[in-house]
């Protein structure tokens, strides 16, 4: 309870409640908890999603002014889950970009009779598929070391090594 003075408790103003599940090791019982998380962040979402339909229409009695906040263990790894997913788009695109970078700079057109191998196609697809089968070997490989993946991982290091593999093509070449 929060916002109120000696015992007058019901003019507390806000209000945290704390639901505490048994932690273990044991699998059945970890999936159980995160079954009941997900059901539970469920159940909330339709909660606010309804509250506030209610409020926007009108329909909602004043008296009963709340808001509700809430989150669960999970909401961290599932949010972090869900931006990993929508960056894949970003990451194709941006090694799309490369590629036809890499083989339009690179290439000299001399006729079109020699277009594509002067323009070397080749040598921009190969130069980025090397460069993208690095970052997925070097995940695979900590993956079978047992260690976990992190956000900066999934995000920050296949746009490192993309950059570094491109300037690294200009170089050979």
């Given at each position: 309870?929060?916002?109120?003075?000696?015992?007058?408790?019901?003019?507390?103003?806000?209000?945290?409640?704390?639901?505490v599940i048994e932690n273990s090791n044991d699998p059945?019982?970890?999936?159980?908890?995160?079954?009941?998380?997900?059901?539970?962040?469920?159940?909330?979402?339709?909660?606010?999603?309804?509250?506030?339909?209610?409020?926007?229409?009108?329909?909602?009695?004043?008296?009963?002014?709340?808001?509700?906040?809430?989150?669960?263990e999970r909401s961290i790894q599932d949010e972090l889950?869900?931006?990993?997913?929508?960056?894949?788009?970003?990451?194709?695109?941006?090694?799309?970009?490369?590629?036809?970078?890499?083989?339009?700079?690179?290439?000299?057109?001399?006729?079109?009779?020699?277009?594509?191998?002067?323009?070397?196609?080749?040598?921009?697809?190969?130069?980025?598929?090397?460069?993208?089968?690095?970052?997925?070997?070097?995940i695979g490989f900590y993956s079978y070391c047992g260690?976990?993946?992190?956000?900066?991982?999934?995000?920050?290091?296949?746009?490192?090594?993309?950059?570094?593999?491109?300037?690294?093509?200009?170089?050979?070449?």
């Amino acid at each position: 309870l929060g916002n109120y003075t000696d015992t007058a408790y019901a003019n507390a103003t806000a209000l945290v409640i704390t639901i505490v599940i048994e932690n273990s090791n044991d699998p059945e019982k970890i999936r159980l908890a995160e079954a009941w998380e997900k059901v539970f962040l469920d159940f909330m979402k339709n909660f606010t999603e309804t509250q506030k339909t209610l409020r926007d229409s009108g329909k909602w009695n004043q008296s009963a002014n709340f808001t509700v906040f809430y989150s669960a263990e999970r909401s961290i790894q599932d949010e972090l889950n869900r931006q990993s997913r929508s960056d894949i788009l970003t990451i194709v695109i941006s090694y799309t970009i490369m590629f036809l970078y890499v083989t339009l700079t690179l290439g000299h057109i001399r006729s079109w009779r020699t277009f594509l191998i002067d323009l070397k196609i080749s040598v921009g697809f190969i130069g980025v598929l090397f460069v993208l089968l690095s970052v997925m070997s070097s995940i695979g490989f900590y993956s079978y070391c047992g260690i976990a993946g992190t956000l900066i991982i999934f995000e920050v290091i296949p746009f490192l090594v993309l950059a570094v593999g491109v300037d690294n093509i200009f170089i050979i070449v």
